[in-house]
């Protein structure tokens, strides 16, 4: 059967690839903006047209109609008109591995499924354990942030109703910040807390945890007749990209003897910097931290991991089946420590970056990214059309059109009409949200080969589009078209 991979279908698994490879590569020599400004309405067209219960019409035709479907619709993350989210241009190396892991197929649920790859994964999670300060930590590869901050707040309540006498699921408690991902709530309601489980901690002026408010909050929560948990301390907030203060997070956890878990999805890429790791001093501190590669180490989705400081957390929440991972079997099988069964071998794609590139060298493109949102804030406070809203410790810029004699009303809503318009005209993608109660746009500046001179060109596009709205009087406007 040539339909599926094998010797007998080698030489047009070449074929495949080789034309895959030319047509992707084809787009990046020819895409000259993030997104094709396809209407939604025109995409689901093209969608719809495809009549998925039609007979085959082979390997050649079918990855053509993908590149005419997908890839020319697609949002590219590694032009530098793409500022928008937390999605990072890949890494080279990390495609090739992508592409090898994708034939072979392998599971590193079990050691029987993966060999080489588990031991391979397990190294990979030792060395961030050690790059985190964890002498003897241990860890999994995850889909991401949310299933990383999931399951270290699975092993906080498991270890919690193990050593606190008593206490029920129902009395726990954990301490975040309205900075927290969102992923904090969810894992909540998932693990069967209590509706109010999550408490949220006052903040700085930089939206980071404050430490005398974190000590008042675990107070609270003691006089209350309830458990803390754990305390959710970030490392690189989505919004602001700010850190939470981890060594002084990190002596109120103590003191109060409570699970740590710190979650550094976007601020991973410090571990690898040689002149911004002291940012992270105290996450060494912490009993589980959350990193997320495809974030912070341009490597392809997914490529995340949940690292523990005492590798013994992992057991708290193992099961063992005769099928699959019998109780006393001597094989390192990674869902013994995983809340997934089958799980690609996403640890590949680090491992061949880490051995191509180098630490050092991810290190210097991770603070390329922050130099270059340094320059920015300087651009946007200089400007006098543009207000710069906050400061930032990694890579964000929060700013707004609002020049002189322009009302904060109108200010606002240009930010959900600047976004709408540039987005429909595909040149420029940027994010909005909300900073103390009014909107703003947000630029997320993830490409270390994106110059000053990229992301002026952006803030152009948003001033001439702002200013055409303004002028036009379309702020409310659904249907405004503004030319650019």
Same mark, same amino acid.
């Given at each position: 059967?040539?339909?599926? =991979? ?9 074929? !495949? ?15 000259? @903006?993030?997104?094709?400004?396809? /209407? ?22 079918? =990855? ?6 997908? $890839? @020319? ?69 995850? /889909? ?19 050593? &606190? ?10 301490? &975040? ?35 005398? &408010? ?7 929560? $003691? ?11 970030? &490392? ?13 997070? +990190?002596?109120?956890?103590?003191? $109060? ?45 997914? /490529? ?7 590798? $013994? ?10 099928? *699959? ?13 995983? =809340? ?18 180098? +630490? ?61 318009? *540039? ?42 589009? !702002? ?18």
């Amino acid at each position: 059967m040539h339909e599926l =991979l094998s010797a007998a279908s080698a030489d047009a698994y070449v074929d !495949a690839m080789r034309g895959t490879v030319d047509r992707v590569a084809t787009r990046f020599r020819t895409t000259t @903006q993030p997104f094709s400004g396809a /209407s939604r309405e025109q995409l689901q067209a093209l969608v719809d047209a495809v009549d998925l219960d039609a007979p085959g019409r082979g390997t050649p035709a079918a =990855l053509r109609e993908i590149d005419e479907l997908f $890839a @020319q619709h697609a949002v590219w993350f590694h032009d530098p008109a793409y500022t928008a989210h937390l999605n990072c241009p890949v890494a080279l190396p990390a495609v090739a591995a992508e592409a090898v892991l994708a034939a072979v197929n392998p599971s590193v649920d079990t050691y029987d499924q993966s060999t080489v790859g588990t031991l391979m994964e397990r190294r990979l999670v030792a060395w961030t354990a050690r790059r985190i300060g964890f002498l003897a930590g241990g860890g999994v590869f995850t /889909s991401g942030g949310t299933q990383s901050n999931l399951q270290a707040l699975l092993l906080a309540r498991e270890h919690a109703l193990a050593t &606190a006498p008593g206490v029920r699921a129902s009395d726990l408690v954990v301490l &975040a910040t309205a900075s927290s991902h969102f992923s904090v709530q969810r894992a909540a309601y998932l693990l069967g807390l209590a509706p109010d489980a999550v408490r949220l901690v006052p903040v700085d002026e930089r939206g980071r945890m404050r430490p005398d &408010a974190l000590r008042i909050a675990l107070r609270h929560v $003691a006089d209350d007749g309830r458990y803390t948990a754990a305390v959710v301390a970030t &490392a690189g907030t989505t919004d602001r990209g700010c850190l939470d203060p981890l060594a002084d997070v +990190a002596d109120m956890c103590d003191a $109060a003897d409570v699970w740590l878990h710190v979650d550094a999805a976007y601020g991973c890429g410090l571990l690898v910097s040689r002149t911004r790791r002291h940012l992270l001093d105290g996450i060494e501190r912490a009993r589980s931290v959350t990193v997320d590669f495809h974030k912070a180490f341009f490597q392809p989705v997914s /490529s995340s991991a949940l690292v523990v400081r005492h590798t $013994a957390d992992l057991r708290l929440v193992a099961h063992h089946h005769d099928y *699959l991972n019998p109780a006393g079997e001597d094989e390192p099988n990674q869902v013994d420590v995983s =809340l997934q069964t089958t799980r690609r071998f996403d640890a590949l794609k680090l491992w061949a970056t880490l051995r191509a590139l180098g +630490a050092d060298r991810l290190g210097e493109m991770v603070d390329a990214t922050i130099d270059l949102a340094a320059a920015v804030h300087d651009l946007v406070a200089d400007d006098p059309d543009l207000r710069l809203l906050a400061p930032t410790d990694l890579s964000t810029v929060l700013f707004r059109y609002q020049p002189d004699g322009l009302d904060d009303a109108h200010a606002d809503a240009l930010v959900g009409e600047v976004r709408r318009v *540039l987005f429909g005209s595909g040149r420029a993608l940027v994010a909005r949200t909300t900073l103390d109660g009014r909107p703003c746009l947000k630029l997320t500046l993830l490409n270390p080969a994106t110059t000053v001179a990229d992301v002026r060109h952006v803030l152009e596009l948003v001033r001439q589009t !702002a200013a055409a709205l303004v002028e036009r009087d379309d702020l409310l406007r659904p249907d405004a078209a503004v030319a650019l």
